[in-house]
């Protein structure tokens, strides 16, 4: 028992800032929430360092602490503290400030039990605890369309949850276990094992936003509060995926899910950015926008057990789509949320201008940007595992995406029309985009880090 | 040692970097800076050609590791094919920062994008990861890109728009055909030596590779019948972006012919080599007629970029179909000393162009007549330009065709019928000459200033290397034809 606790280390180090935040909101001090949380954050990321490959289990077998539930916490802590920085740039002297990042640092948790999950109770628990914190952090601001947005994603959590829950039982049934690694016997039971995949499929394709499954996602981050759309795209979002890896890594390949992973991966990929080709406010371009690199992601899955690409390319995407998609938000947060908005930024706000470009360029996966090399692994891995077909719609989706980009460059560098106001100026913010530019810019260069 | 190809590489991006982090400066330290850079450049670019190359491989090799586990690596080094073009680069660009001086729009914009899109037009021929290689190659686009898009003429959002939608497109299946021979090269590696030694991928993936390698740098050279992103492009180019679109980029499909579909993937484009010779004819033709057909003075030089780029496929697929190596190394010598002619003489041309319209505000050639009496030099000039452009003898671009034609006469005899795109391109030219410097001068052309001091600067090194390449074209041959005869396929 005390050697799975201190394999945990990370985890009770952010199960206790929690309990210190919420005691620090108590007495409304906002600033002492922030810096508890980001302290937390720093410590856990110091803890998690030794056991990044320790590729072990705890609790039989029910919680991983392996390559991919280490690099979440790499990825998912410093995301989560620049979102709450960012969150402290929007909301600052607000009501319930504290709040939001007590909320913020819970879903976090939830988010590395998804990423970390070798049980399906503790999928079905990584859900529940992200679902009921990005439940209240939508409804925050308190006005109807926040109120509405948090409704529509209540609902539709509820129910895609339910399914899950009822198609999880399938795999129950038929190993008689809720492992993930009892996974593998399902090879003579096609049908149960469908069953199954079907309903794991509804349940995290929900918390990823993947195609038919991500309604609620463009209504959710434009109601939100432009700091926790952000957080919404990156924490949740990646959580949900590498859950998914962790459990199609035991799922037999012959039943077949790879050919379903692909089908959702071209059609998120598609209509993700076919919508946001004809959108005008800035949230819901970006909204698309990530439901699109969330099928880019799920070109790493169907090389999943044919070495260690694939989850390198799903690592290193992840940390790149951290970096370029807070980096983006964060600008329209300065900027204002329509594209008229931000029209003439680039000349009225030359470095921030810049900053966003090259966001954007990476989000299209322009070398040499970190982006880029997200992609490049994810079309690696696809073609090692012989989906040619799947790395050729990626390429002509990305051509796509760049047009969807483009949008935002060109609106940016068109005359002022002389009434906009200059963005908001925010060292805190600079923070953010800062630090994502850095990343954006430099990380690509680095890669090998990841390649330890 | 010290590094010189990386030195060459990089100095131009510092020189952006430092431009960058110098807000507020003045039109004239941020033109210095881009001419001071880029003539530093030029000058390390000469040590690399005094150093010269061996047969056989590369040399000047620069290594540094960078992730082992997948074989990707920084190395850069040059041979007979890539030198040349080396230097034509960091010269055309060190004549466009002079050339641009006068111009005051967002200077220090404009000099950071020149110096990134060097950085990148350098890199793509030093290169000798394939990784590296496509990064260099992607950043040229953004460059060139937000070069149209902001210094273009009126119709330049749509251009630039089309120009990067449509090359990255193009360019995208060179990515999977990297990804193609790395995952057949064992074990994995990047390296291009190694891919070009060892030719990891043959049969049905070979062709696959093939395929999508000339669909990307067809789409770069631009060959029939995907070309129609070029006119559109350098009509509204400003100028200096229509020379290195012209005298430089376009060099990166021939370069890529050349380094990654013949060198890594002979047996294949050797069996598709009648395929892509035809549409290398095909170009050359086209391009010259299309070129007939134009009234503005701007797209008809976009167009014989068409028809000079065709002779140099011309001479690639030649070289992919000869058994002989010694008619190899002539077709290959051909298609390399073609490179550096156009160049030479298309960038000198749109330069020309681009002074015209300084002055006139139009390029329709109708609009003109007579400018030979008011802007001798001028018109002089052009005419000198037309005429090696046509493959006069004694010019650059003589030695270069009649290599590639006498190859193709050797080995496919029918292909030579793409002379006769000579005799229409020697139409064109003289009618454009004849409709814009012959004649009665139009009255409100009479004030026109001839060339200044700036200007002829820019033309001289062009004039001079002009009538050196058609004269003494061992010059530069010499180096080619160190590599072409040692390519061990």
Known sequence: ??????????????????????????????????????????LAVWFTLPVLDAGTTVFGGTYRIDLLSGWAKLILL??????????????????????????????????????????????????????????????????????????????????????????????????????????????????????????????????????????WAPEAYE????????????????????????????????????????????????????????????????????????????LGFVALGRGDIALLSIIVFAAAYVAMNIGAFSVVLLAGRDIDAIRGLGRRAPMLGVAMVIFLLSLAGIPPLFGFFGKFLLFGAALKAGFLWLAVIAILNSVLSLAVYLRIIVAMYRAPEGDEAAPRASPVAALVWGTSLAATLGLGIFTRLFFS | MIPIVSLAVFLPLIGAVILLFLPGT?????????????????????????????PGGFSQVEEVSWIEAIGAAYRVGVDGLSLPLVLLTSLLFLLSFVYQAKSSDRARSFVILMLMLETASIGTFVALDALLFYVFFEVSLVSMYFMIAGWGEKDRQRAALMFFLYTLLGSLPLLLAILGMFLASDPYTFDMRIWIETQPLTGIGGMLALIAMLFTFAVKIPAFPVHTWLPAAHVQAPTVGSVILAGVMLKFGTYGLVRFSLQMLPDAFASAGMVVLVFGVISAIYGAFVALAQSDLKRLIAYTSVNHMGYVVIGVAVAAMAVDPAMRAVALDGATLQMVSHGLVTGALFFLVGMLKDRAHTR??????????????????????????????????????????????????????????????????????????????????????????????????????????????????????????????
């Open chain 1, 223 to 298: 109601g939100a509060p432009v700091s926790v759309a952000a957080y919404m795209s990156v924490v949740t979002k990646i959580a949900a995926i590498f859950a998914l890896a962790q459990l199609l890594r035991d799922l037999p390949i012959q039943t077949g899910w790879a050919w379903a992973i692909a089908a959702i991966a071209v059609l998120t990929m598609t209509y993700g950015y076919l919508a946001a080709l004809v959108q005008t406010n800035l949230v819901r371009l970006l909204a698309y926008s990530s439901v699109a690199q969330a099928g880019y992601f799920l």
């Open chain 1, 78 to 215: 410093p995301a989560t503290a620049l979102s709450m920085l960012l969150a402290r740039a929007e909301l600052s002297g607000r009501v319930r400030e504290g709040s939001v990042y007590s909320l913020i640092m819970l879903v976090t948790i939830g988010a590395l039990m998804l990423a970390g999950s070798g049980d399906t109770m503790l999928l079905v628990l990584g859900i529940v605890v992200t679902g009921l914190g990005s439940f209240a952090l939508v409804a925050y601001p308190g006005d109807d369309a926040a109120t509405e947005a948090s409704m529509k994603y209540l609902v539709f959590g509820s129910v895609t949850g339910a399914v899950m829950i009822y198609g999880l039982s399938f795999w129950f049934a038929g190993s008689g276990s809720t492992l993930f690694s009892a996974l593998s016997g399902m090879q003579t039971k096609p049908l149960l094992a469908a069953a199954g995949l079907i309903a794991v499929l509804v349940g995290l394709g929900y918390k990823a936003a993947l195609v038919p499954f991500h309604f």
């Open chain 2, 26 to 54: 003045s039109k004239a330290v941020s033109h210095g800076i881009g001419i001071g850079f880029s003539a530093l450049t030029f000058v390390l670019t000469l040590v690399m050609w005094s150093r010269g190359v061996v």
């Open chain 2, 364 to 489: 329709e050639m109708s609009h003109f007549g007579g400018l030979l009496k008011i802007t001798p030099v001028l018109g002089w000039s052009f005419i000198f330009f037309a005429f090696a452009s046509l493959g006069l003898p004694g010019l650059a671009h003589f030695p270069a065709e009649f290599q590639i034609f006498l190859a193709t006469l050797n080995i496919s005899p029918w292909a030579v019928v793409s002379i006769l795109a000579i005799v229409v391109t020697a139409g064109l030219y003289l009618r454009a000459i004849g409709l814009v410097f012959l004649g009665e001068p139009g009255k409100e052309w009479l004030k026109m200033p001839d060339l200044d001091g700036r200007e002829v600067l820019v033309l001289i090194p062009l004039v001079a290397l002009t009538i050196a390449v058609g004269i003494v074209p061992g010059i530069v041959l010499d180096t080619i034809h160190t590599t072409t005869t040692s390519l061990g396929f």
């Open chain 1, 1 to 42: 028992m005390s050697r799975d606790l201190a394999f945990l280390l990370p985890e009770l180090t952010l199960m206790i800032t929690v309990a210190l935040m919420l005691v620090a909101e108590m007495v409304r001090r906002a600033g002492l929430t922030l810096l508890i949380g980001l302290a937390g954050l720093a």
